[in-house]
């Protein structure tokens, strides 16, 4: 991991995930409107409420969820299993019901992991109507024979589908997204993070200069992206990078997915951003995983991968209650942004230069740009100028040249800068076709 | 190997080399022709003759040989090396003789092999009117000095070369050959175990709805394939597929060598379904070989690869009499049929396919096509049905699905017609061009 | 290393370096003069002066440097350090200098490496007037308190450049270029090793038929090139290939770095005669290294890669006095030289052949090019006749046949010879747009 000037920031991602971490959020609902309102309050975050039943594509608006209580008591009245302990404990969207039932009515609405016998599951009904409660298998196989009285008070009813949106204006409208999945309940690294992560990354990008306009998506997982391309179709046709952020605070190494095209801008600047960290891996799309499969659905086919550190069903505590707070560190949370600040920063600054002085090499030390004595070893910086030069005929971005040259973006976006300021190089913009596609 | 509801074919197709294995092949004659009329009692065989001195491109038809005896007698009289015992032990298509001489005269015409001095090599002079005789490097040593008679009973006369085809019409004239050299006296796997997987597999494939024309060619090695495509240019400018099958039985891996192309569907085709075994091999085109050699000649260019197990030369028992038929394995042979049926169906059901529904992913849920309770992996069908949704953009047939998804294209081409079942997708046919280069 | 009918040459080489060694060179002045007036006694060569001060692209042609003596005198008067002993002891390029100073005034001017301190660093004050010594780093710890007296007679002064040209003509005024930095004082390997090298390739090649014309450019470093290229911009366009030779004399296993088209005909060819010693190594153009640098800049691109044993920097020996006589090897430079000429064998005679019986295989038994008995393995041969008959389809040439089948490029044209001369094959030229890109 690399240490910045923001480590700072560190600790107060992870403070704003404690404080979002006991709210029971679902796809909709209150604890999702309650989520966004606290992020509104580190960057402004508007919010949209599309009615239960509007059709979005293949889909429909769901009916919105709420939820009070739920719970099981034993033959003893004793409640064993209450929501209020811990929002996985009642399986997410579950219709209400109040009733008793002997133990061996109740055992198929018990949801536990045999593998992992401490941990509470998290499970989801959002488009059968059931219900379920999840608990540890040990406290599942501690139950003794008898009747139960099981209680889920909530509701199921027309309502609204809620999301959010931060869009921060830049010099064109072509667009760099940022989609995060903000529907899970108490899962930390899945998404607080995410969402962590996003808002300080919002902060960050609302107070520089900017180039391409940056949209910010707080919405709820497959039904939000597909409930926002649906009624955004224009919108979506301005994207032309995009990040689908999660898992991005466990203590693993940093892993990007490829979009569907898997050559796009955002896939390279990504792949050298993460290839300075040994352990980093960089995957080949595939239709599963997030919001990235409705960017990257064939009528669509945007150019949005998705970045996580391990990724989601990689790590034992997946969709667990293991995937607490504990369980993400506040330095990985601060890595996976400046990576993030960093991927950004070639999508906005990634443009090819013409060098002005093709034939030969120009002399640099009269310039002030080389050592005088020679005989050793060429210090980085020389050699990424000389690197520039050389490939800067029109045909290479900064990128290109830094791939080349395995050379960090930002040290090749330098030697530009100290070219372009003797007068040896010229700023072309983006090569032909290179932003649209 | 993968087991299936044919394994019965395996030890039939073992008894069907047994009762070959005695006959002594060669180029032409009538041993070549009872090979043939036994194979025709399993699937329909047509039976060509091309007169002896017909020209077939820079080739002569050779004149016909045919083989009653050939015997070596020691100076007691006694026959020392006798072709009643094994047909390798006369140099194949030798000319007559019938003198006496010295062992010291008779030296130069014993071939055998020092380096593995129990087997009989196997040798031919087709080209070059010669006689001689193989034996084993053991035996050869044990002769004692004296006069020996030698008698080879053959004719090497104007005459015949014979071929048998067996073609199997489909809906579209353009067709895959099957070319299998079926030349070689008592050796099991080079190329029994060829004739066998053929004449099996055409049987399963007679019966089967076919979309090409498939055609099984019963040829010579070389001068058959050259004789054929001399003779049918028309017929082979149909040909859109084709496999040399040759050693099929031995327990070695399956391996497949390219078309000259590598990169025809063939190719890729063969490639997948070898895939599925860990120690399967695939190896680039080289221009010696079998038949594969005349389809692969730049004048043709023919989208022709082989397919073995371990490849000729590669094997210790290759073109001795250890290649005999304790040898070769009743599973092996299953198990290359089912792969040549697995390869043909990818030839047969190749096609592209368009999402009807291209914007985001389908809910398949209400479709009865995705489980209900969400939270954890993916079942290998479903993610099939993802990958076919995604890609199906009319640029991606089930095979190119099927490569990037690394699912095997059985699940693939199953996912599309569940696909296709509940009106979410529709054929397209091959891409334009597809079938055609 | 591979021996040949001409490893008599290592030997001369080797003493040519001898005569060579004790010269100090730099970019100007009369020790490069000196220099090129030896090498012209083994082939023709023309010697050029370019004057001070003209202006060569970016540059300008610096004032012409000569130096008499330099030395440094202890306080005893003992001249602890005196040019006569070594051409590395001044900083090359050094402006006079004739005065007293303390230990601790003269400390800055005085180099060593503390890390290798029984060796003499090389060090050059080419673009800025400056002056200085080398010397030991254990000879520089000895030094005492005290007062030296330093002495430096050079002169910096208007007067030339000076290079020297080679011009061998071929059929066609296409051109292979060779060039080699001739400026560096006592070092063995970098390059008297490279002009060693040069000047018998150029022998060699003198009384060879040649396709094209072949120049030999002898220049100072850096300068040399840009000088050059600056005053011969028509020549330079009609470069096809080029080599730059340096370090060719050292132990170490042959290395090329590839141009910084990467794929050119040069880039192929060297890769292929490098491919056929295990330990050898192809690099990735990068704009650091010998004067591919100038002839690779983007205004000019020319396919000109770098030859070299253990490259620039790679060997503790660089760049200091361990670099002499006993580094480099007869054995090694004859190796070099013999990979000079097959690269250039390939260059000349690279061709694309059209078969000319390309249905099927042509019958070579009856044309003597092929065993009469089958029945085992191919001779490599005939294995190579198989290939060349096979992608002579007009689209591959001779380079292309030997990179694909891994058959040396003297086989594979052996072969075609052979093929040729039966009528089977007829040369076609360079494809279209092959030479010329």
């Known amino acids: 991991m690399t240490a910045s000037e923001g480590t700072a920031t560190g600790p107060a991602m992870h403070a704003l995930m404690a404080e979002l971490y006991p709210i029971c959020r679902s796809i909709t609902g209150n604890g999702f409107r309650q989520t966004l309102r606290r992020l509104g309050e580190i960057v402004p975050i508007t919010l949209s409420e599309v009615p239960t039943g509007t059709p979005v594509f293949d889909w429909t608006v769901p009916k919105e969820w709420n939820i009070r209580e739920a719970w099981i008591a034993d033959p003893a009245g004793r409640r064993v299993v209450d929501f209020r302990n811990h929002s996985l404990h009642v399986v997410n969207y579950s219709v209400p019901v109040r009733q008793r ?38 406290q599942l196989e501690g139950l003794r024979e008898g009747e139960y009285e099981v209680c889920i008070d909530s509701t199921l009813a027309p309502g609204h589908l809620t999301y959010g949106e931060c869009l921060l204006p830049g010099e064109v409208s072509e667009e760099i997204l940022v989609s995060v999945h903000s529907c899970h309940p108490s899962l930390a690294n899945d998404n607080l993070s995410g969402m962590a992560v996003a808002v300080f990354l919002a902060r960050q990008l609302a107070v520089a200069k900017r180039k391409h306009t940056i949209r910010f998506l707080f919405i709820p997982g497959t039904i939000g992206s597909i409930t926002w391309l649906a009624t955004h179709e224009a919108e ?25 095209r898997g050559d796009a801008l955002v896939d390279r600047a990504a792949a050298h951003v993460l290839a300075e960290e040994g352990a980093s891996r960089v995957l080949d799309f595939i239709p599963y995983g997030y919001d990235e499969r409705q960017y990257c659905s064939p009528g669509f086919d945007l150019a949005v991968g998705c970045l996580t550190r391990t990724p989601n069903g990689k790590f034992p505590e997946y969709h667990t209650s293991a995937d607490n707070l504990d369980f ?6 601060e890595d996976s942004l400046q990576k993030c600040l960093r991927i950004i920063e070639i999508l906005e600054r990634d443009e090819a230069y013409l060098n002005l002085n093709p034939k030969c090499e120009p002399q640099l030390g009269r310039r002030g740009l080389y050592r005088a004595t020679g005989g050793r070893d060429l210090p980085g910086f020389e050699m990424a100028l000389l690197w520039v030069l050389n490939l800067s005929d029109g045909r290479h971005t ?3 040249i830094a791939q080349r040259s395995a050379v960090p973006f930002r040290v090749v976006l330098g030697a530009a800068s100290a070219l372009e300021g003797v007068g040896l190089l010229r700023a072309l913009g983006s090569p032909l076709g290179h932003g649209s596609c």
Chains 1, 2, 3 share one sequence.
């Open 398 to 400: 900064l990128l290109d």
């Open 101 to 138: 039932m002997a133990l061996a009515e109740l055992r198929p609405k018990l949801h536990s992991l045999p593998d992992q016998p401490d941990l509470i599951p998290y499970r989801t009904a959002y488009y059968a109507e059931d219900w379920g409660f999840c608990l540890s298998h040990r």
């Open 328 to 333: 993400v560190r506040p330095d990985a949370l």
């Open 236 to 260: 979506a046709g301005r994207i032309r990078h995009g990040l689908v952020l999660s898992c991005l605070g466990d203590p693993g190494p940093s892993t990007y997915k490829r979009s569907r």
